[in-house]
């Protein structure tokens, strides 16, 4: 017998030794195929590739087969339930497999089931009257904010065409008093200090000990405790030169001094040096032994910066409508035309154009 080629591994074999298929007819290793190496094969023997082609029969009914090819029953309501089960009366009454006492207690059972059926009925009935009254409300409440909007819209259009009045007389005086009333209380925390002008200011200089100096000078011993701080106030001038070199001369506006500010501990104290100040108004820079030329020394009460700028402005318009008097006193600014005459009090930028006229 020729050499066959096993189906498996396709190395040649001898056909002695080999399992046939009883459907292909093909020759196999009995290892190939799983087969002991001793003992007969059975005649209706298939290859695992025939065994695996074999068609399945599905003809046969299974449970889930029939379920599935049978009609299911038309869909009932509750009521057609309860008619229709064996929890009927009628059926409980032509069963005669069921004793008396079984038959009275599905009877109640029933009856009870008819009765919650009915009240989740009646439920159901005033949830379904509860939704159409809340759908109403809401529709209500749509309407109501179609009109606001449409009002609101209204109001914007005319606002846009300036309808409505920009300007109010009312607004802005009140506005203005209450920027007079703010600045007159940032005036107040000014009540203990003083400014002094005119010194020239050099490198490594100690305003406390100006201070000192210039007090000594009017007439009045400041001791430390009296002095709560002294500094310079306003823009540092970058490159400053110092006050005795005259062989390198700065530019004017570079050489201004900036004024000191200084705080006292008493009230007393510094209405003393103003007092003091005003008795003795020649003060300047070589009274006080500094080098360089002579400048004039003033002491004043310290001021706001809005309070600064209407001083000013009420000083020029005094000057040009010859008014004899613009001072200030405890913050407030003050004017007065002639010996005699009523005091004004300047408080706002309306004040000088209505009391200079």
């Given amino acids: 017998m020729p050499a066959s080629k096993c189906g498996g591994c396709e190395k040649y074999m001898s056909p002695i030794d080999a399992a046939t298929c009883s459907k292909c007819g093909r020759l196999h290793h009995r290892a190939c195929v799983g087969l002991p190496a001793q003992g007969c094969i059975a005649p209706a023997w298939c290859c695992p590739d025939c065994r695996r082609n074999q068609v399945r029969d ?14 299911l029953p038309k869909q009932q309501s509750p009521e057609e339930l309860m008619d229709t089960s064996q929890l009927n009366c009628t059926t409980l009454d032509a069963t005669i497999n069921f ?4 038959a009275d207690e599905l009877r109640l059972f029933k009856e009870e089931l008819r009765a919650e059926f009915r009240l989740m009925h009646k439920e159901f009935l005033k949830l379904r009257t509860e939704m159409a009254q809340l ?18 819209e209204a109001l914007e259009i005319k606002h846009e065409q300036k309808i409505l009045p920009t300007h109010n007389d009312h607004v802005d005086n009140t506005i203005a008093e209450l920027k ?7 005036q107040e925390l000014l009540l203990n200090d003083i400014e002094i002008t005119g010194i ?7 305003t406390l000990h100006l201070v000192k100096v210039i007090g000594v000078k009017l007439g009045i011993a400041l001791d430390e405790r ?35 500010s200084v705080r006292l501990a008493r009230r ?14 020649g003060l300047s820079t070589d009274a006080l032994d500094m080098p360089g030329p002579p400048h004039r020394v003033y002491i004043n009460e310290r001021l706001t910066r809005a309070n600064r700028q209407l001083f000013y402005r009420a000083r020029q318009a005094g000057s040009l409508h010859n008014w ?34």
């Fill in 268 to 281: 007393a104290t510094r209405d003393s040096l103003l007092r003091a100040a005003r008795v003795r108004r």
């Fill in 324 to 357: 004899k008097h613009v001072w200030t006193r405890d913050g407030k600014i003050l004017a007065r035309k002639d010996d005699g005459l009523r005091v004004e009090r300047i408080r706002r930028e309306e004040d000088v154009a209505k009391i200079f006229g």
């Fill in 99 to 102: 004793s008396p006492d079984l």
């Fill in 135 to 152: 759908k109403d409300a809401l529709n209500t409440s749509c309407e109501r904010m179609d009109t606001i909007e449409a009002r609101v």
């Fill in 226 to 260: 009296d002095l709560v701080h002294a500094e310079r106030v306003g823009a540092t001038h970058r490159n400053r030169v110092a006050a005795s070199d005259t062989t390198n001369p700065a530019d004017p506006a570079t050489q201004r001094p900036r004024s000191i």
């Fill in 200 to 206: 020239p200011e050099c490198k490594d200089e100690s």
């Fill in 180 to 186: 007079c009333q703010l600045n007159e209380r940032d």
């Fill in 58 to 71: 599905n003809g046969a009914e299974t449970p889930v087969r029939g379920m599935g090819n049978s009609v």
